[in-house]
T-cell receptor, first 116, second 112 residues
Framework: GAVVSQHPSRVICKSGTSVKIECRSL??????MFWYRQFPKQSLMLMAT?????????EQGVEKDKFLINHASLTLSTLTVTSAHPEDSSFYIC????????????FGEGSWLTVV | KQEVTQIPAALSVPEGENLVLNCSFT??????LQWFRQDPGKGLTSLLL?????REQTSGRLNASLDKSSGRSTLYIAASQPGDSATYLC???????????FGQGTTLQVKP
């Protein structure tokens, strides 16, 4: 079946640094990917819609300058958390829409970010 | 703005019981609705996808129903097992996009 891979699965970074998370569709092309954030014991909150070849669409309240999204190819979207702070520590998970597979949505395995 | 509510928030049952998890959503103009399972610290596993034109979907011991007009979906788990212990998330999709809005989830514990 279709697979979406996220890397890294876990990352620890120092406060003030930037960290990049990759979301890759392994066996299908995804013109649209989505980034979600999940704080402990809370549900997933949509952060932004990543569109291949164009700017991402951010949800209300999500800082676009802090969470940089790049979708440069049909199989890769990246989320960069810039100038990370401890409150950015969270579980980040992406999903990819497979237009050739009846628009089925596939989720990555998620990435744990800890900012110290 | 779509809002999704799941009831109950947590559920603890002995093995073998049949369960019903409830999901309600405020905007009935959905394209489809998915139920997911999430194990602690892990990603999501898609369980069932119901298109807006469908009333229910079944997979093994799981059955999901959808009443779009009233903004409700239920997930029925038959003969629960300890391995079913997880958080179950309901997520309707608005429009023909992959943009899902998640409920807070129901955390299920099935005791042996």
């Amino acid at each position: 079946g279709a697979v979406v891979s996220q890397h890294p699965s876990r990352v620890i970074c120092k406060s003030g640094t930037s960290v990049k998370i990759e979301c890759r569709s392994l066996d299908f092309q995804a013109t649209t990917m989505f980034w979600y954030r999940q704080f402990p014991k809370q549900s997933l909150m949509l952060m932004a819609t990543s569109n291949e070849g164009s700017k991402a669409t951010y949800e209300q309240g999500v800082e676009k300058d802090k969470f940089l999204i790049n979708h440069a190819s049909l199989t890769l979207s990246t989320l960069t958390v810039t100038s990370a702070h401890p409150e950015d520590s969270s579980f980040y998970i992406c999903s990819a829409e497979a237009p050739d597979l009846r628009n089925t949505i596939y989720f990555g395995e998620g990435s744990w970010l800890t900012v110290v | 703005k779509q809002e999704v509510t799941q009831i109950p928030a947590a559920l603890s049952v002995p093995e073998g019981e049949n369960l019903v998890l409830n999901c309600s959503f405020t905007d009935s103009a959905i394209y489809n609705l998915q139920w997911f399972r999430q194990d602690p610290g892990k990603g999501l596993t898609s369980l069932l996808l119901i298109q807006s034109s469908q009333r229910e979907q079944t997979s093994g011991r799981l059955n999901a129903s959808l009443d779009k007009s009233s903004g409700r979906s239920t997930l029925y788990i038959a003969a629960s097992q300890p391995g079913d212990s997880a958080t179950y998330l309901c997520a309707p999709a608005s429009g023909n996009t992959g943009k899902l809005i998640f409920g807070q989830g129901t955390t299920l514990q099935v005791k042996p």
